[in-house]
């Protein structure tokens, strides 16, 4: 599971990070083409094709997001109803909308893994990229049979813990420590009524704190 957590993780950080790189170097190559003097150099590179690789690069990042929201509990749900009931009634409205959820995406990996098989056996490719569009589609059996793994993954590490997977929407990594860390130091603070608090001086108070 670690190896495929990484990979997932490493699949979703590369396309986003490929595809925000295409898409600023779009971006720059179109109004430098506008200077006269670097028009003649840069006319003789063609990114017609950003665009489209960018969709297809989001696309597959969409869909290997989703199963990752899955597993780190990310996606947003209505649960107020379902933490209204009692303990075993919860957990098996729980475990059935997981099982639900992996039903739901296992049909639409099926679909798209015939509609795929089906498209292969065709000539179609994309305007731009002359990309086999079986390659573009195959976003869908994989990152849909990704995301029922994950599903029944979440369900099996709640019949044995009783916990789920969550995640605070609120919360920004780094945020509380910065300012459980700058609320202990007051920098107007008087050591002996006569001296400015001073973190430099030697015989300064030092705090748990200040000490780091």
């Given at each position: ?6 990979l997932?993780e490493?699949?979703?950080?590369t396309?986003?990070a490929a ?11 179109r109004?430098l083409?506008?200077?006269?003097v670097?028009q003649?150099a840069l006319?003789r ?5 950003a665009?489209e690789?960018?969709?297809y ?5 969409a ?9 780190t509990?990310?996606h ?8 209204r009931?009692?303990g075993?009634?919860r957990?098996?409205f729980i ?7 992996a ?7 099926t679909?798209g893994?015939s509609f795929?098989w089906?498209?292969?056996h065709?000539?179609?490719?994309s305007a ?14 994989c990152?849909?049979y ?18 789920l ?8 990594d ?5 300012a ?7 920098w107007y603070?008087?050591?002996d009524n006569l001296?400015?608090?001073d973190?430099?001086?030697?015989d300064a ?8």
């Open positions: 599971m670690t190896f495929l957590d990484a997932e490493w699949i979703i950080s396309l986003m595809a925000t790189l295409v898409i600023f170097v779009a971006v720059v190559h109004y083409v506008g200077v006269p670097l003649d006319l590179f063609d990114f017609t094709w665009q690789l960018c969709i690069m989001f696309v597959w990042m869909k290997f997001g989703a199963a990752y929201g899955v597993r509990g990310i947003v749900g209505v649960d107020v109803l379902i933490n009931l009692n075993p009634w957990a098996r475990v059935l909308g997981l099982l639900a959820g039903l739901f995406t296992g049909i639409v990996g679909l893994a795929v089906h498209m292969a065709t000539d179609q490719v731009d990229l002359e990309m086999p569009m079986w390659l573009v589609y195959l976003a869908i059996p990152g849909s990704l995301m029922g793994f994950r599903f029944l993954q979440v369900c099996v590490a709640f019949l044995r813990t009783g916990s997977p969550h995640h605070d929407h609120g919360h920004v780094g945020l509380e420590e910065e459980a860390a700058s609320a202990d130091i007051n603070a008087l050591d001296h400015p608090h973190l430099n001086r030697a108070p030092r705090t748990e704190e200040t000490a780091r």
